[in-house]
Structure formats: structure tokens, C-alpha cells
């Protein structure tokens, strides 16, 4: 393949591509030029790097059903070298701007609802299952039907309780939110901070590292979040290095006033040889027997069910941004970026860091000219160097990285406005997604919840042709699963 000719200002030649490799990537078809595919891959980069430093702390942050938890450093070098590989692989393959990297909303799934009910290669083998399943989609044509099946705002009501679930999430994580201990005597179940008060260092660091990454996002700085996680952890090793704060647990004993995971200290080396011991560490078949079929059945289905929606909303979403759909408002080369995107998926199944999906953070290379795969050579490339950096992960504690899940969680409750509130029959059914999630803490619960009752009020105003034959398949799934408890006791 012909090295690419530097960019020398002159407008691009649609007509007449300067090589092969423009020709193959159609960076003068698209309108574009080396140095804005450059610019955009740079873009996308330092607006998404923040996962490498944030799906370790999630994943590492829980414990499977046997009580065990997977080394952050191996998780830092792992989510890099996925997201790198896959990100490449999009770029050649798929010829689109649009970067993967481990799903957040879908490893919080994998961490908090999944792992608890068996071992994690269990776990990680069932996010390989549904890649290879979104991935048969794709080839048989399926996946669109599916898609189409689920009303568009039902899909918006997920992504909102997904962001409010990962908003939860992280101001408990960060200790800026604690439940209330049982000897309070109090309904309340949860406070803010300790007895209602902000009294720890690891506390302040949070709430300045959040007020700082909003001020940053409401400014439209691009990398607002690796800012304020970056900012934070700086504050954050200069209170441990004066006040001496120490872990949250010391010596088996509780430190409510402690850090939460990891103790911020700067480490004895930067670069490291990255830790590649979970790749394959995932099994398919354990886990059925374990936790039931029914329930790795429903835990399959919500990891493909939010796998898949966001998507597709975010491939049309960045190809929006460029200017890049056609008229049915569909990217070029849609059926190969999606067979990469569903590769990717089981890809990060078997590297253990969950499933690697497409980010919306590639819109802000779009924004900076990106139109082809180029771009994604250049951020894909820089995953892969950030992963000989993993021994720095450890240095950022829950405190400072959880600003970032408060913030995205923002970012995706801002689609709310898209739903109509005034007809009852989508916002009944909405509602019940978004604020089940996470006051249920369970992504499958919202989903289950609002299919079902959208289902139910359809059927009670006279309206069953309105919905979708798959979705009544769809909504038995779900009925199986919430009276899984009564279904088990009665066969097992």
C-alpha cells in the first residue's frame, strides 16, 4: 500500500485520488486531506483515552460470585490493546471515523449485575456470545428488523437510564453519596457523604475534579473528561502526599474517610511491559449451569440489546455530524462498519474487558475533518501505545475518575427531551426504563420493565397491530425473567 503524500493545503480532487492509499480510503472522495484525518484521529483520541483509566476502575471495582476480582494494570493494558486493535480494524474494514473502545453502560452491566452470578470468564464468555450473535445479525439481515421493532424513543429512554445508572454509580463510588447504615433508625436509604456531610478529602477531591470537568464541558473544551480525571488525580496526589488519608479499608477495619479503591501515589515506573494475562480468559459454556439459562438467556439479551441500539445511534449520529448519510440517512459501507462493530464486541469478551462498542466521542474528530478510516489509524495507534502505560492507572483513584461517570451520564440524559411526554402510551413505559435503572440498580430491570408495560398499554387502548411482532417475543423474555424467583423454585 502507497505511504499517503503530506498535505500541502491544495483542495482535494475527488475525481483523481494522489495514490492508492487515498484511493482505497477515499480521502479525496470524501473531501478531505491528510492533515484533517490527522487532526480528527488526535481529536478522538484525547476525547475518549479516558476509558483506559475508567473501565479498569469499573471492572476492577467488582467481585464475580466467587469473590473474586480481575488486576486493574492487566485490565488497563487489555482495554487499550482492544480498543486499539478494533479501532484499526474499523478504519481498514469499515473506512468510517468512528472509534471503539470498552462500552460504558455495558461493562457496568458485566461488573454489577452479571459477575455477581458467576465466575468472570463466565461472565466474559456470555459477551462473546452475544458478539458472535449481533455479529450473525449483521450477516443475515436480521439485525435491522430487530431495530426497527423497538419504537425510537423506547431506544432514547434506554440510553437516558443507562447514563443515570452510571451517574448513580459514580457518586456512590466517589462516597459523595453512602447508604445509610441500618442503626440510623431512618426510611432514608441513602445520604450525602458521611452523616449528611462532606467531610473527607477524598470527597472534596470529587467535588472539585466534577465542578471542574463540567466547567470544561459546558465550555466545549475537547478532552474535557481525561482533563478532569487528570486534574483530579493531580489534586488528588497532593492531598494523599500532605494529609496522609489512606485506604477506605486499614488493617481489615473501615476508613469511611479513606480513598475508595486505589490509594493515590505516584508509582516506582511510568512505562511497564503491558499485563496480558486475561486475553482468553473467558468461558461459554459454565455459566448456564450455574445461574440458570433462563437468566444468562436474559443477561445475553440485554448485553445485545444495549450493544445494539447504541450502535446505531451513534454510527448515523457521527455520519450525521460529517455530512456523511445518504438519503435513507445510512453510512457508507454501513454493513461492514456494523460486522466490525459486532466483532469488536466479542473481541472484548475474550480480552476480559467487556464489550467494545462504538463511542460518540468520535464526533469530535469529525469536527475536526475527519471523513475517512485514516483517522482511525492515527487513534487506534495511540490506544496501543497508551498500553505500555498501565502502571499510571493505578495511581487514579474512584474519586477522580468518577467525575467522568457523572459527567457522561449527563451527556447521554440529555437525549430525554427527544421523548414526547404527552402521550402517555411511550411515556408511561419510558419512565418506568429511566428511573428503574438505577434506583433498581439493574439495566435488564428498566428495559424489562418498559417493554413489557409498553406492551400492556398498547394491547389495553386496542392498539396490537401498532406493535411490533418481535417485540411480544421480546416482552415474554422479559416476563420470564422477573418471575425467574417462582419459575426456579418450582423446577430446580
Do not use: C
Amino acid at each position: 500500500m502507497a505511504v499517503a503524500p503530506p498535505d500541502n493545503g491544495t483542495p482535494p480532487d475527488p475525481a483523481h485520488p494522489r495514490n492508492g492509499f487515498d484511493r482505497y480510503f477515499e480521502i479525496s472522495a470524501r473531501g478531505s486531506t491528510m492533515s484533517r484525518e490527522v487532526r480528527g484521529g488526535l481529536a478522538t483520541f484525547f476525547t475518549m483515552a479516558y476509558i483506559v483509566v475508567l473501565n479498569p476502575l469499573i471492572l476492577g471495582g467488582a467481585v464475580d460470585g466467587d469473590g473474586r476480582s480481575l488486576p486493574i494494570p492487566a485490565l488497563a493494558a487489555a482495554t487499550a490493546l482492544v480498543a486499539g486493535l478494533t479501532t484499526v480494524l474499523m478504519g481498514v474494514v469499515g473506512r468510517f471515523p468512528l472509534a471503539l473502545a470498552a462500552g460504558l453502560g455495558v461493562n457496568a452491566l458485566v461488573a454489577y449485575e452479571i459477575a455477581p452470578e458467576m465466575t468472570w470468564a463466565d461472565a466474559m464468555g456470555l459477551v462473546v456470545i452475544e458478539g458472535v450473535i449481533i455479529a450473525v445479525l449483521v450477516l443475515t439481515g436480521l439485525r435491522t428488523a430487530v431495530f426497527r421493532s423497538v419504537p425510537t424513543q423506547m431506544k432514547t429512554a434506554i440510553g437516558v437510564g443507562i447514563g443515570l445508572f452510571l451517574t448513580i454509580i459514580g457518586l456512590v463510588d466517589a462516597g459523595f453519596v453512602r447508604r445509610i447504615p441500618d442503626e440510623a433508625n431512618t426510611t432514608v436509604p441513602v445520604g450525602l457523604g458521611i452523616g449528611g456531610k462532606l467531610v473527607s478529602w477524598p470527597m472534596l477531591v470529587f467535588v472539585v475534579g466534577l465542578l471542574l470537568t463540567l466547567v470544561l464541558v459546558a465550555r466545549r473544551v475537547k478532552g474535557a473528561i481525561l482533563i478532569g480525571i487528570l486534574a483530579s488525580t493531580v489534586l488528588a496526589i497532593i492531598v494523599e502526599a500532605v494529609a496522609n488519608v489512606g485506604p477506605s479499608f486499614v488493617d481489615g477495619q473501615p476508613n469511611p474517610k479513606g480513598w475508595s479503591l486505589n490509594v493515590p501515589e505516584l508509582p516506582e515506573t511510568v512505562v511497564d511491559v503491558p499485563d496480558l494475562s486475561l486475553l482468553g480468559n473467558f468461558n461459554v459454556l459454565d455459566s448456564w449451569g450455574r445461574a440458570g439459562w433462563v437468566v444468562v438467556l436474559m443477561f445475553v439479551f440485554t448485553l445485545l440489546i444495549t450493544d445494539f441500539f447504541d450502535t446505531m445511534g451513534t454510527m448515523v449520529a457521527v455520519g450525521q455530524e460529517g455530512g456523511m448519510l445518504d438519503e435513507r440517512g445510512t453510512p457508507p459501507r454501513a454493513k461492514e462498519i456494523l460486522l466490525v462493530d459486532s466483532i469488536a464486541a466479542a473481541a472484548g469478551g475474550a480480552a476480559s474487558t467487556s464489550s467494545n462498542t462504538s463511542y460518540i466521542e468520535s464526533a469530535a474528530g469529525v469536527a475536526e475533518g475527519a471523513r475517512t478510516g485514516v483517522a482511525n489509524l492515527v487513534t487506534g495507534g495511540l490506544f496501543l501505545l497508551a498500553m505500555f502505560l498501565a502502571p499510571l492507572v493505578v495511581v487514579v483513584p474512584f474519586e477522580a475518575a468518577s467525575t467522568a461517570l457523572v459527567v457522561v451520564g449527563f451527556l447521554m440524559m440529555t437525549a430525554v427531551r427527544t421523548i414526547d411526554w404527552s402521550d402517555y402510551e411511550i411515556a408511561i413505559p419510558a419512565f418506568l426504563t429511566i428511573v428503574l435503572m438505577p434506583f433498581t440498580y439493574s439495566i435488564s430491570t428498566g428495559i424489562g420493565a418498559g417493554l413489557i408495560t409498553y406492551v400492556v398499554v398498547k394491547l389495553a387502548k386496542g392498539k396490537a397491530r401498532e406493535i411490533h411482532p418481535l417485540l411480544y417475543g421480546v416482552a415474554a423474555l422479559f416476563v420470564l425473567y422477573f418471575l425467574r424467583g417462582p419459575i426456579e423454585s418450582v423446577v430446580l
